[in-house]
T-cell receptor, first 113, second 116 residues
Framework: DTAVSQTPKYLVTQMGNDKSIKCEQN?????MYWYKQDSKKFLKIMFS???????INETVPNRFSPKSPDKAHLNLHINSLELGDSAVYFC????????????FGSGTQLSVL | GQQLNQSPQSMFIQEGEDVSMNCTSS?????WLWYKQDPGEGPVLLIA?????ELTSNGRLTAQFGITRKDSFLNISASIPSDVGIYFC????????????????FGKGTKLSVKP
């Protein structure tokens, strides 16, 4: 009965590959996010979608492309993976766009070899 | 850019001790929050503060929104083993700051561990 679920939990892949991370929330929220947490635990927002529309796009390489098929899902596709992409990626959701009460998924640990 | 400076970076606790950590910035914020992250999990919201000077408790946790609106602190009283984890302060950027449209930004975290 997980509120924000993301898959896979772990992803190990080679440089140059393309991979996707999926996220789903069953909270009825209309805003979803992707955050990146580096090895020093620093959390930085990457994208935010409200009702399937992109509202925040931080300085992220265009190899990262979010896709929101409906407001309960926000997937992250990454092309041509690089070593520096290794991190933990968190999906989150909230009710409304100006809402500090984020509900996070349990993260996807991406390791690029 | 707007940054949150969180300290200490890490600390060791003994069961029963009180713990304090804080977050400062050179920028003014209208909202301060504290999240906790357990290993292998995402952050979970502990306390949200919306007014300068506000003092809010959640069980053994107490957080305050600084009067200057540039800082916040979190206290944990009578710590227990399950308090270990990483605590993050967070604040909402001013709208349209550098085009970031009021993003939530996070401090670098305070890692709480148990004293050996």
């Amino acid at each position: 009965d997980t509120a924000v679920s993301q898959t896979p939990k772990y992803l190990v892949t080679q440089m140059g590959n393309d991979k996707s991370i999926k996220c789903e929330q069953n909270l009825g929220h209309d805003t979803m996010y992707w955050y990146k947490q580096d090895s020093k635990k620093f959390l930085k927002i990457m994208f935010s979608y409200n009702n399937k529309e992109l509202i925040i796009n931080e300085t992220v390489p265009n190899r990262f492309s979010p896709k929101s098929p409906d407001k309960a899902h926000l997937n992250l596709h990454i092309n041509s993976l690089e070593l520096g992409d290794s991190a933990v990626y968190f999906c989150a959701s909230s009710h409304g766009t100006v809402n500090e009460k984020l509900f996070f998924g349990s993260g996807t640990q991406l390791s690029v070899l | 850019g707007q940054q949150l400076n969180q300290s200490p970076q890490s600390m060791f606790i003994q069961e029963g001790e009180d713990v304090s950590m804080n977050c400062t910035s050179s920028s003014i914020f209208n909202t301060w929050l504290w999240y906790k992250q357990d290993p292998g999990e995402g952050p979970v919201l502990l306390i949200a503060l919306y007014k300068a000077g506000e003092l809010t408790s959640n069980g053994r946790l107490t957080a305050q929104f600084g009067i200057t609106r540039k800082d916040s602190f979190l206290n944990i009283s009578a710590s227990i083993p399950s308090d270990v984890g990483i605590y993050f302060c967070a604040a909402r950027q001013s709208m349209n700051y550098g085009g970031s449209q009021g993003n939530l930004i996070f401090g670098k975290g305070t890692k709480l561990s148990v004293k050996p």
